[in-house]
């Protein structure tokens, strides 16, 4: 079944820094790929999704691209805030059903 | 649009009884999930529904675990009898339908802490 791997966290920067968090799946057919967050205390929310091969999304400023010849998707910001110190997921979601990688928790210093 | 609504936000039992999270989607959500998040880890699955039938309940532990949606709009979802390991985060989400490019809307969860 369809696997996904996230980096260990959890991560520490400083604001204004460049954020890479590196995700790595295996996976059967042809799912589609997500990138959730969870700030302190809320549900899961969508930040932003690839459909098919070498789709890249974007929402907030951040950006993944999901490339199929890797099987990674690498999520990235070039510019971090305070508030974006939340929980990162990378997920699959295919014929098995939506399928999370065990997170990325990030926290941004002033 | 309202948000998945779930209720109640925190719920504190001790080992062997029993506790009931209930879950409202966003209307017109075909498909509900409940997920089962351990601290620290990724979300788990553990049912799925189409409108009012099970599509997976493959992780489900049915010797405690049950969950209904009946009329295909709320939710409920049971443990009878709780364990310690139980202790987690059930959060419910809903999607438009089952493909893959549903995205899921999450609600905000229940912590649940058996002692």
């Known amino acids: 079944g369809n696997s996904v791997t996230q980096m260990e966290g959890p991560v520490t920067l400083s604001e204004e820094a460049f954020l890479t968090i590196n995700c790595t799946y295996t996976?059967?057919?042809?799912?589609?790929l997500f990138w959730y967050v969870q700030y302190p205390g809320e549900g899961l929310q969508l930040l932003l999704k690839a459909t098919k091969a070498d789709d890249k999304g974007s929402n907030k400023g951040f950006e993944a691209t999901y490339r199929k010849e890797t099987t990674s998707s690498h999520l990235e910001k070039g510019s971090v805030q305070v508030s974006d110190s939340a929980v990162y997921f990378c997920a699959l979601q295919g014929a098995q059903k939506l399928v999370f990688g065990q997170g990325t928790r990030l926290t941004i210093n002033p | 649009e309202a948000g998945v609504a779930q209720s109640p936000r925190y719920k504190i039992i001790e080992k062997r009884q029993s506790v009931a999270f209930w879950c409202n989607p966003i209307?017109?959500?075909?498909?509900l999930y409940w997920y089962q998040q351990i601290l620290g880890q990724g979300p788990k699955l553990l049912i799925q529904f189409q409108n009012n039938g099970v599509v997976d309940d493959s992780q489900l532990p049915k010797d405690r675990f049950s969950a209904e949606r009946l009329k295909g709009v709320d939710s409920t979802l049971k443990i009878q009898p709780a364990k310690l390991e139980d202790s987690a985060v059930y959060l419910c989400a809903s999607s438009l339908d089952s493909s893959y490019n549903s995205p899921l809307h999450f609600g905000n969860g229940t912590r649940l802490t058996v002692t």
């Open positions: 996976a059967t057919g042809y799912p589609s």
């Open positions: 209307s017109g959500h075909a498909t």
